[in-house]
């Protein structure tokens, strides 16, 4: 954005913004955790992405190289994370606190656990619990978690780009001192 166009954007638009922003690199940390964990496994590392590409092409979609319903499976998991992300941006607010949002994400990395097991992967029968095991589906849900609690850091970024302003309480980088220290050259008076 250029200088003109600074403030024009809603404090709750740039909250959303970084919640989508945050939420899609918890799902890009999924993906890598799961990849890893397919390959460990020796199985092919587009199976999960495959897997939930099965919402747009049915069960057919089991096939052990990349392709197109690998892309739709990515496009799918990345939407998702984004919206849960972005919940979780609208939920969480201007909270500053590092360890309540860390829990804040954790726990709403296991409710959005809970709901895809419920709502897809069940579903799915034995083929999501043999190509996506439930261990590896959780830890991957739980590095979500953990990416959430970044969201402060890139409220604070996004707060900075599109509003031109630091987020409340942060102040402009110059050292602040007590009344009763003087300048900042002179020493401080004893007694």
Do not use: C, E, N
């Given at each position: 954005m250029g200088p003109g166009k600074?403030?024009?954007?809603?404090?709750?638009?740039?909250?959303a913004l970084a919640g989508i922003q945050t939420g899609v690199l918890g799902g890009l940390a999924m993906i890598g955790w799961l990849s890893v964990s397919s390959a460990v496994d020796r199985q092919s590392i587009c199976i999960v992405p495959n897997l939930l590409a099965s919402v747009f092409y049915?069960?057919?979609?089991?096939?052990?190289?990349?392709?197109?319903?690998?892309?739709?499976?990515?496009?799918?998991?990345l939407f998702v994370a984004g919206v849960v992300g972005l919940v979780f941006?609208?939920?969480?607010?201007e909270s500053r606190n590092r360890l309540r949002v860390a829990l804040l994400g954790i726990l709403s990395a296991l409710v959005w656990y809970q709901f895809s097991e419920a709502l897809f992967w069940r579903k799915l029968g034995a083929m999501a619990l043999i190509y996506s095991p439930p261990r590896s589906m959780?830890?991957?849900?739980?590095?979500?978690?953990?990416?959430?609690?970044?969201?402060?850091?890139?409220?604070?970024?996004?707060?900075?780009?599109f509003l031109g302003e630091p987020a409340p309480g942060e102040g402009t980088g110059a050292a602040t001192l007590p009344a009763d220290c003087g300048s900042p050259t002179e020493p401080p008076a004893i007694g």
């Open positions: 600074q403030g024009r954007v809603s404090p709750l638009l740039v909250r049915g069960r057919d979609v089991l096939r052990l190289r990349f392709s197109s319903i690998t892309v739709a499976g990515l496009a799918l998991h941006g609208m939920v969480v607010g959780l830890l991957a849900h739980l590095a979500y978690g953990f990416v959430l609690a970044w969201y402060p850091s890139g409220l604070r970024s996004a707060r900075k780009r």
